[in-house]
């Protein structure tokens, strides 16, 4: 007699609507827990689902239970950080037979000091290839498909956006991953990361300091990016970053007034009337700070 599994070791895949999440993503291919459509499934997912932090400067939580987020980012066509992104991807994953595990990153972005573990990836084993290939729905920019988690891995490209993969290690001696891209500044490290296994409930622990510690970044302005194979573009703020593979870009600088026309037009998230309202007022911390400094030296 096979014994249950603890379904707090599973990741929801049985009450995901399967059909209404591949038809967000725009994928119509096969079903099956192969390295083809892993990889387009990623493709698919990063290049659809916006990254997005705007509940937060709303006022609201970020639940992560798979009915609320299903609800928001595939109903309500919405978008969501790495923990949002990852379960509700870890969920169809489940669904369609891969074998994976969860684990997390800690996000450097060239910051030297042990950074905290807020980033959720995936390390998954198609059924049709013996190799263990990480995906990473959830950063916002990126990669457009998994890599391979094979030491002397080196610098790659995933379609026209190069990045580098380094295996060290940890203080302790421990595995210890290190993911760079290439942009307007040169190779920058992104996270690194370890193959400790990581379930939803460590995933909860992540989220709420993401979602609510003042520490967090998420919490003091509205980040939001959508990817593609060709630009990836981010507001952080009330400032428009443009990037391309090749490491060009520009920079705007918005007025909030212009936040949800941008939000709607460029990165496919459209808000009823009373947020965007709430939205251009900028009442998020990071806008008061400044604010309020602005009338101090005034």
Known sequence: MTTPVDPSYLWSGGELDLDAYLNRIGYTGERTPT???????VRAHTTTIPFENLEIILGRGVPLDLESLQDKLIRQ????????????????LERLGFEFTGISGRVTMGASGL????????????????????????????PLEPFELTPGRGEFSLGAWRYRLELGADALGGELWTLYQFGRDGWLDRYT?????????????????VATSPRSPFTTRPFVQRFTEAVHHQID???????YPDGTGEVRELDAAELPKVLTEVFDIELDAADATRL???????????????????
């Open 237 to 243: 703020g009330t400032t428009w970053t443009i990037d």
């Open 35 to 41: 390295l083809a459509v892993l990889r387009a499934l």
């Open 193 to 209: 990361f370890s193959p400790n296994p990581q379930y939803r409930t460590d995933f909860t622990v992540g989220n709420h300091f």
């Open 280 to 298: 251009t007022r900028a009442e998020w911390p990071a806008a008061q700070h400044e604010a309020d400094g602005a009338t101090r030296t005034n």
């Open 77 to 92: 066509r919405r978008g969501g950080y790495c923990y949002e992104n990852v379960l509700l991807f870890a969920a169809a």
């Open 115 to 142: 950074r905290p573990a807020t980033h959720a990836l995936l390390r998954v084993r198609p059924v049709d290839d013996e190799r263990a290939w990480l995906c990473d729905v959830g950063f916002g920019s990126g």
